[in-house]
C-alpha cells in the first residue's frame, strides 16, 4: 500500500458511497456493550461537533473513524477501525494519524483496561496508542456508560496532542463531563462523573 493509494477525507453525507459499508464495518468491528443505535452514524454526519473520517484505498474503504470536537477545547476518539482484510498492513496508524490532525486540541482516547499479560488483546492495544505518541492517565478508573444491556468493560483514558506533563482533576472532570452530556446524552451533573474523580490527586503526572 502506497501513500498515494490510502485517502481519508471527511464524510458529510449519508448518500456517500463510503457510507453503507463503514455501518457493516462498525457492526462487526465493535461488541453490543460498545455501540450506539443503528442511526448513530447518520447523526454523526449531520452534527457539526462530529467528523466521520473515511479511510479508502482505491475502490475500498479501508477504516473508519468517528472524532468527537468539543467546544470546551478537546475531541475524543470514539471509535476507530480497520477492515479485517487489511489489520496488520499500517493502515489502522495512519487512519489514526490523520484523525488526530483533524482534531485541533488535545485527543481522549477511551480505551479498554489492560488485561492479565502483555499479550492480552487490551494489553496490545494500548501499546499500539503509546506506539503513536498516547498517554495513560493514570490512577483513573474511567466508566464508560451503558449503552445497551450489556455492561461496558473497564475502562481507561489516554491523551495524544497534549503538551504537558501534568494534567488536574479539575480539567478532567470538565472533559468527562462534557463527554457524558454530549456524546452520551447523560444529565448534568452526572454522580457518576464525581465518583471517578474522588479518589485522584489535584493533579495527576502523565
Known amino acids: 500500500m502506497s501513500d498515494a493509494d490510502f485517502q481519508v477525507t471527511p464524510i458529510t453525507d449519508g448518500g456517500d458511497w463510503r457510507f453503507a459499508p463503514i ?10 456493550s460498545e455501540r450506539k443505535p443503528a ?43 480497520v477492515n479485517e482484510r487489511l489489520r496488520g498492513h499500517g ?51 474511567y466508566r464508560m456508560p451503558q449503552l445497551r444491556a450489556e455492561l461496558p468493560p473497564p475502562m481507561r483514558l489516554m491523551l495524544t496532542n497534549y503538551a504537558s506533563d501534568t494534567i488536574g482533576k479539575a480539567q478532567l472532570g470538565d472533559w468527562i463531563g462534557d463527554i457524558y452530556s454530549h456524546v452520551y446524552d447523560r444529565p448534568q451533573p452526572d454522580p457518576a462523573v464525581a465518583e471517578m474523580l474522588f479518589p485522584l490527586p489535584d493533579y495527576l503526572d502523565l
Open 23 to 32: 455501518a457493516d464495518l462498525y457492526q462487526r468491528a465493535f461488541p453490543a
Open 39 to 81: 442511526a448513530f452514524l447518520n447523526d454523526v454526519v449531520a452534527r457539526s461537533d462530529y467528523v466521520l473520517l473515511a479511510a479508502s484505498i482505491g475502490e475500498d474503504v479501508a477504516g473508519f473513524s468517528v472524532l468527537y470536537v468539543s467546544n470546551a477545547g478537546f475531541g475524543l476518539l470514539e471509535y476507530i477501525a
Open 91 to 141: 493502515v489502522g496508524g495512519k487512519l489514526f494519524c490523520e484523525t488526530a490532525r483533524h482534531c485541533p486540541a488535545p485527543m481522549v482516547l477511551e480505551v479498554e483496561a489492560p488485561g492479565e499479560g502483555a499479550n492480552s488483546i487490551e494489553a496490545r492495544r494500548v501499546e499500539f496508542y503509546r506506539r503513536l505518541g498516547c498517554r495513560m492517565v493514570p490512577q483513573l478508573c
